[in-house]
């Protein structure tokens, strides 16, 4: 009967040391998570920021096209303008 009890002790005592290491190896995981999810938010920032960012350039090229659009049909009026006081 001790013997027996002695067994089931050591038996549940590996068991425990199994469960540390398991229990160590998921706080170590829980660990690397938070920080994982730390690291994406930041990425998720700073993507919404290059967001931004494109799109301001994305309007002011746009508004340097119309610009330049408008400038060619200037000259373009002022050469036909020319055209037909010199003809």
Known sequence: MIRHMANENKALGIQVEGLKKELQSLQEIQSE???LEEENEDA???ITV??????ALKEGLAR???EKDQALGQIQTLEDGLSRMTS
């Open 33 to 35: 998570v938070a920080y």
């Open 44 to 46: 998720l920032e700073r």
């Open 50 to 55: 290059l967001q931004g960012e494109i799109k």
């Open 64 to 66: 340097a096209l119309q």
